[in-house]
């Protein structure tokens, strides 16, 4: 891409490019022009803000419920525990 005072130039090999180009005049128009082309941002779940707790080694679900007793015991918040790292939990 070449850049002077008063054009851009775009030298390109081959394929296909698609530009978009928004004009405002304000920084709000440009905005909601952009929203139309790919859509508005979603929220991402409730639960993602919450407190986490990840860790190695949950290979039972006694100790995943130790941990969760700890936790609790210590007045620790938990909304969210990750158990998809390492071995999966033996339900037995």
């Keep these: 891409m070449i850049y002077t005072t008063t054009h851009m130039t775009y030298k390109i090999v081959g394929g296909i490019i698609d530009l978009f180009v928004f004009l405002g005049p304000r920084y ?3 905005i909601c022009q952009f929203q139309k082309v ?4 979603q929220l991402p779940p409730y639960w993602s803000f919450g407190y986490h707790q990840c860790r190695w080694g949950y ?3 006694q100790k995943l419920d130790d941990s969760r007793k700890k936790h609790a015991e210590a007045d620790l918040p938990v909304d969210t525990w990750w158990l998809d790292i390492g071995k999966a939990v033996n339900a037995s």
């Design 59 to 61: 290979d039972s679900l």
């Design 38 to 41: 790919v859509g508005k941002p």
């Design 28 to 30: 709000e128009d440009v």
